[in-house]
């Protein structure tokens, strides 16, 4: 093809068709940069398919780990949720005249011990944003939904945090004075019985229950209202884009 070019130019030069030779030329210049465009253009077109599956990629993997999550926290939920209940149980315990029977205290207790924090898998998530892979995603609600995502998270920490904080200072040491935990451990049989009348029948006891509910309710609260709800709301904007990116 260069040949053919250089052929006729040198045809019209030989020919003396000056005037005809700077059209032809100019052609071929504009003919240059039409096919630089071009090529421009599809080096651009092809960069942005291959940002489009890397991006649907990301929402792929971000998808199952939020799903993972999910189900992680819905079973810390569920801890939270005994361990209020129970530190509920206990505050009625405070407002009746009649001592819990043995077998209601042991569950209070039981529930009172059972508590576990919600520890989100990360890795994809902080692989993306560490890298800046998360800019790809085209859609920016998706992207401000996982950053407020995080805050939520740090928030949950800090609430968890608070609680078992007022539990270890607070709550624990009533038990260890006042309950023989070897009642759950059915290889040993503790010479101790509870002492229900020290549990409830102290002011300082009563004030340290009444302000763990607060604690253990917040945190319930913002489990399911503040990274469930988020989470879930995560899920629905990348299902959202994934099937608009299905339709293009």
Request: charged fraction near 25%; avoid cysteine; proline fraction near 2%.
């Amino acid at each position: 093809m260069i040949k053919f070019f250089r052929r006729v130019r040198q045809k019209l030069l030989t020919e003396n068709k000056f005037s005809k030779y700077l059209i032809y030329a100019m052609g071929e210049i504009v003919l240059v940069v039409i096919g630089i465009l071009l090529a421009l253009q599809i080096n651009t077109w092809n960069e942005e398919r291959k940002d489009q599956k890397e991006a649907h990629k990301i929402l792929l993997q971000l998808k199952t780990e939020f799903e993972t999550n999910n189900d992680l926290v819905d079973s810390s939920i569920e801890f939270h949720r005994t361990r209020l209940n129970a530190v509920e149980g206990f505050i009625d315990g405070f407002g009746t005249t009649k001592n819990l029977d043995a077998d209601s205290l042991k569950v209070l207790v039981s529930g009172l011990g059972s508590d576990w924090k919600y520890e989100p898998i990360k890795n994809i998530i902080e692989s993306v944003i560490s890298s800046g892979k998360i800019n790809l995603i085209e859609n920016d609600s998706v992207i401000q939904a996982i950053r407020y995502w995080g805050t939520a998270i740090n928030k949950y920490n800090d609430l968890y945090e608070s609680q078992d904080e007022l539990y270890n200072k607070n709550i624990l040491p009533i038990l260890t004075d006042n309950y023989p935990f070897f009642e759950f451990d059915p290889k040993h049989k503790s010479k101790f019985e509870a002492n229900t009348y020290a549990i409830f029948n102290n002011l300082k006891n009563e004030n340290s229950f009444l302000l763990i509910a607060k604690e253990a309710d917040l945190l319930l609260y913002w489990t399911e209202e503040g990274v469930k709800a988020q989470q879930d709301k995560i899920l629905a904007k990348i299902d959202l884009e994934l099937n608009e990116m299905a339709g293009e």
